[in-house]
């Protein structure tokens, strides 16, 4: 009741019985030139225009001069003229609730599932400072995923922010919602930025499921909506997630995906007059990006921790293009998934040895990274072979350490895949056991599996 009379309150008193009007002076690169607007308008504010037509088009102040207002418009400017009337309004306020979870919104605070949704009384600012530097915790103990590669190979852990670098079609959604039902976190904030509509009603009711919306928050701007929409949809997201980690909450942020993210960035640059100079992004990409990404992560004193997973899109699997570089730099560890891998049938498709976990080798017990290490240059020594021993020219007995990759490598991939497991002890018992059939290293004893109990409590990052 409290938080119903607080939003009613705060409604009321942002009421204005006036607000300010230009008029449109010219129409250029797909923004309006609004004059009459320049003294009073501020970058961010939001804008309506009424067409003779009586279509509304809305949009937000981007760039502002000693003579006009430049207002990015979210639509067409078909039908726009000169002299039509522009009223000036406030951003509307991003207040997040509990009530919040289990429910799909717009990057607004609105509801997209048709039925009513009530603010939360504490208003938050959707672009924010992280948590101060000096005073984070540590990365936490590690999570179990329900999955072999991410339990022993790259493990995650409390407060760790990773990306998903892949392409369109290898599984991404699949591994997000997986994360979503089974990482253990008390909310789970989903940002679909960009998607389709109907990828986004797929994903909810077939991908994510209703075992996985029950303890989730999903933000979602389409791919029809501007640009301008599109970025707030990341900032309100991780806004939500922060309300959540205020309150001592463990939260999990799947944010898909920041290219588009990144791209709309790109389309509202240009109207605001940057260079598109990096590879065709405007400079204030990078810092844009970095400061989305340092939100996440621990917290501080009594506050949660908010682990995320970032995915990127990748091009033709160019991991040089420059959203790729920028979040390769600021994120705690990458996940690479290979459409080749996809294109055999296995899925996860996750390329390890392209792949890096930053929560290593401290999230992992000294024999449990030994294990680690001979996976990766097992993998590693049959993927440089492979065209070789795929042509029928390998000869068994020239090289061990490759006669011991072509022997590990049938159930190693197939551990990759394994998903539904138990306990991260499983997993590396498991592990163990494949490199136990593979046969000692060259002037090394296979370890016995790591026998533990199934309710030892996992192994904490230190």
């Known amino acids: 009741m409290e ?18 009007c230009g008029s449109v002076v010219a129409v250029r690169h797909g923004a309006l030139i609004v004059g009459g607007l320049q003294d009073q308008a501020r970058i961010g504010a939001l804008a309506q225009l009424r067409l003779a037509s009586g279509r509304m088009l809305g949009g937000e ?8 207002a430049h207002v990015l418009i979210g639509g067409s400017a078909d039908g726009v003229a000169i002299g039509d009337r522009v009223l000036l309004e406030d951003p509307p306020d991003f207040a997040p609730s509990d009530r919040w979870v289990g429910r799909i919104i717009d990057p607004f605070g609105r509801p997209l599932d048709g039925r009513p ?3 939360g ?7 924010s400072p992280p948590p101060p530097a000096a005073l984070r915790r540590a990365m936490g103990d590690r999570v179990s995923t329900g999955m072999v590669v991410f339990d022993t190979l790259l493990p995650i852990v409390r407060g760790q922010r990773i990306g998903l670098f892949a392409g369109s079609g290898v599984g991404k ?10 990482l253990d976190t008390d909310v789970t904030v989903i940002a679909l930025i960009g998607e389709r509509g109907r990828e986004v009603t797929e994903f909810v009711r077939d991908t994510l499921g209703e075992q996985g919306l029950k303890k989730a928050v999903v933000v979602a701007a389409t791919s029809d909506q501007s640009a301008l929409t599109r970025r707030r949809c990341a900032w309100a997201a991780m806004a939500a997630a922060e309300h959540f980690r205020d309150q001592g909450k463990q939260v999990l942020l799947l944010a898909d995906s920041v290219t588009r993210f990144a791209e709309a960035q790109r389309e509202i640059a240009a109207v605001a007059g940057e260079d598109l100079s990096l590879r065709g992004y405007p400079p204030s990409l990078p810092p844009l990006v970095t400061a989305l990404c340092e939100r996440a992560g621990p917290g501080i004193g009594d506050q949660g921790d908010i682990t995320a997973l970032f995915t990127v899109l990748v091009a033709g699997s160019d991991m040089e293009e420059p959203v790729a570089d920028v979040m390769r730099g600021v994120l705690d560890g990458h996940v690479v998934l290979s459409r080749d891998i996809a294109e055999r049938g296995r899925f996860p498709a996750v390329d390890v040895l392209k792949s890096v976990s930053r929560a290593l080798p401290s999230a992992a017990s000294a024999d449990e990274n030994d294990m680690i290490r001979d996976v990766r240059s097992l993998l590693g020594a049959y993927e ?11 000869s068994e007995g020239s090289d061990p350490v490759l006669d011991r990759a072509v022997r590990a490598w049938p159930e190693l991939d197939a551990l990759i895949a394994k998903t ?3 306990p991260v002890t499983d997993s590396f018992n498991r592990l163990a056991l494949a490199l ?17 109990d199934p309710s030892t409590p996992l192994r904490p990052h230190r």
Request: proline content about 6%; hydrophobic content about 45%.
């Open 173 to 182: 959604s699949r591994l997000l919602a997986h994360f979503a039902r089974h």
């Open 384 to 394: 440089n072979s492979e065209v070789m021993i795929r042509a029928g020219l390998y």
């Open 436 to 452: 136990r059939r593979a046969g000692p290293a060259p002037g090394m004893t296979v370890r016995d599996p790591v026998r533990a």
């Open 117 to 119: 949704l009530l603010s």
């Open 420 to 422: 539904g497991t138990g």
């Open 3 to 20: 938080d119903h009379c607080a939003a009613l309150v705060r409604t009321l008193q942002a009421t204005r019985l006036t607000r300010p």
């Open 61 to 68: 102040v981007v760039r502002l001069d000693g003579t006009a």
């Open 121 to 127: 009384a504490i208003v938050r600012p959707l672009v």
